[in-house]
């Protein structure tokens, strides 16, 4: 009877196991109701992206929220004197700094389109790769300031104004990667996976160089449930 008993525990966790999803959720969250909203939202990501990407259903729980945050973005930088690819190599080692694979592949594949693959994964792998003085520093000031704003220098900001930046550009380099940080937490804090699609089309460099974050999503996650999008 011992033998029996003994054999029975040993083989409840193998059960167990087995029951286990293999394809872990989108999110920790549930779809959001359905609104104009949130059609519209989805909508969206379907003309620009082809799906409704994991990380917008987790914004459209609030998405008067989602739409000011990318108004305040848009607004931050329609002023700017920042080139897109500097843009591309702020939030792709803010994003790889933070730790945070979703942005950090989007972001890395721009990057790559604005260079190419190899400079932008040397960004996500910390390395300065193939820039200009501007983008060293402005990726060495992204580090910076997520890593730990309170030991940022005066020297620092030296550094940014001696490759050229104005005060004005590291203002708004400053607050972007703010910006950045917060869009992150959010995506991180609530599970969102990397989708499937976006990792697809990520070059293969940058995708080897995104080792930290969320694992992406092992399947394209069904249509949002009660959403009016297909």
Same mark, same amino acid.
């Given at each position: 009877?011992?033998?029996?008993?003994?054999?029975?525990?040993?083989?409840?966790?193998?059960?167990?196991?087995?029951?286990?999803?293999?394809?872990?959720?989108?999110?920790?969250?549930?779809?959001?109701?359905?609104?104009?909203?949130?059609?519209?939202?989805?909508?969206?990501?379907?003309?620009?992206?082809?799906?409704?990407?994991?990380?917008?259903?987790?914004?459209?729980?609030?998405?008067?929220?989602?739409?000011?945050?990318?108004?305040?973005?848009?607004? &931050?930088?329609?002023?700017?004197?920042?080139?897109?690819?500097?843009?591309?190599?702020?939030?792709?080692?803010?994003?790889?700094?933070?730790?945070?694979?979703?942005?950090?592949?989007?972001?890395?594949?721009?990057?790559?389109? &604005?260079?190419?693959?190899?400079?932008?994964?040397?960004?996500?792998?910390?390395?300065?790769?193939?820039?200009?003085?501007?983008?060293?520093?402005?990726?060495?000031?992204?580090?910076?300031?997520?890593?730990?704003?309170?030991?940022?220098?005066?020297?620092?900001?030296?550094?940014?104004?001696?490759?050229?930046?104005?005060?004005?550009?590291?203002?708004?380099?400053?607050?972007?990667?703010?910006?950045? &940080?917060?869009?992150?937490?959010?995506?991180?804090?609530?599970?969102?996976?990397?989708?499937?699609?976006?990792?697809?089309?990520?070059?293969? &460099?940058?995708?080897?160089?995104?080792?930290?974050?969320?694992?992406?999503?092992?399947?394209?996650?069904?249509?949002?449930?009660?959403?009016?999008?297909?």
């Amino acid at each position: 009877m011992t033998t029996g008993l003994s054999l029975i525990r040993l083989r409840a966790p193998a059960r167990h196991r087995t029951l286990t999803p293999m394809n872990p959720p989108a999110a920790f969250l549930a779809d959001p109701p359905q609104s104009p909203s949130v059609t519209a939202a989805y909508e969206g990501d379907l003309t620009s992206d082809g799906y409704v990407n994991n990380l917008t259903r987790v914004w459209c729980w609030r998405p008067d929220v989602l739409a000011s945050f990318q108004a305040l973005r848009a607004d &931050l930088l329609a002023g700017s004197g920042l080139s897109p690819r500097e843009v591309a190599v702020l939030v792709a080692a803010t994003a790889a700094a933070r730790g945070d694979a979703y942005c950090a592949l989007a972001w890395g594949a721009r990057l790559a389109d &604005l260079s190419d693959e190899a400079t932008a994964a040397h960004v996500l792998r910390g390395a300065d790769g193939d820039l200009s003085e501007r983008e060293n520093a402005l990726a060495a000031w992204s580090r910076q300031v997520v890593r730990d704003p309170n030991a940022a220098t005066e020297a620092h900001v030296e550094r940014l104004r001696a490759a050229g930046l104005g005060d004005q550009e590291i203002f708004e380099a400053t607050t972007l990667i703010a910006f950045r &940080l917060a869009f992150s937490t959010v995506n991180d804090a609530l599970g969102a996976r990397p989708d499937p699609q976006l990792a697809e089309k990520a070059p293969r &460099l940058v995708r080897e160089a995104v080792t930290f974050g969320r694992q992406v999503q092992s399947h394209p996650a069904p249509a949002p449930r009660d959403s009016g999008v297909g």
